[in-house]
């Protein structure tokens, strides 16, 4: 089991930059990638970033490429979401998951954390 524990959220003008975090828990992290998804007002779950936990690869689509950076602190046990340039378009509930690498999927989530970006 993993426990995923998301802060950093708020309200930012557009332009500006917010960082969120996401406290891990539970197992050993080696083997696992970890997430970040967005849910916008009235829409779908999107895929924002990943990283795997041992090497550090990273992973983003092309609408928050060159804006977003994930990286993780293994002392902490902990990956960040460094959000900048920030556009009314990124306002969503922000979710940190988890799960193996060896799954397609991913089995575990937080709790959300709300980012509302003024224009």
């Known amino acids: 089991q993993v426990q995923l524990v998301e802060s950093g959220g708020g309200l930012v003008q557009a332009g500006g930059s917010l960082r969120l975090s996401c406290a891990a828990s539970g197992r050993t992290f080696d083997s696992l990638k970890m997430g970040w998804f967005r849910q916008p007002p009235g829409k779908e779950r999107e895929f924002v970033a990943a990283?795997?936990?041992?090497?550090?690869?990273?992973y983003y689509p092309d609408s928050v490429k060159g804006r977003f950076t994930i990286s993780r602190d293994n002392a902490k046990n902990t990956v960040y979401l460094q959000m900048n340039s920030l556009k009314p378009e990124d306002t969503a509930v922000y979710y940190c998951?988890?799960?193996?690498?060896?799954?397609?999927?991913?089995?575990?989530w937080g709790q959300g954390t709300q980012v509302t970006v003024s224009s």
């Open positions: 990283i795997r936990w041992s090497g550090g690869s990273t």
């Open positions: 998951a988890a799960d193996h690498l060896a799954n397609t999927g991913w089995g575990y």
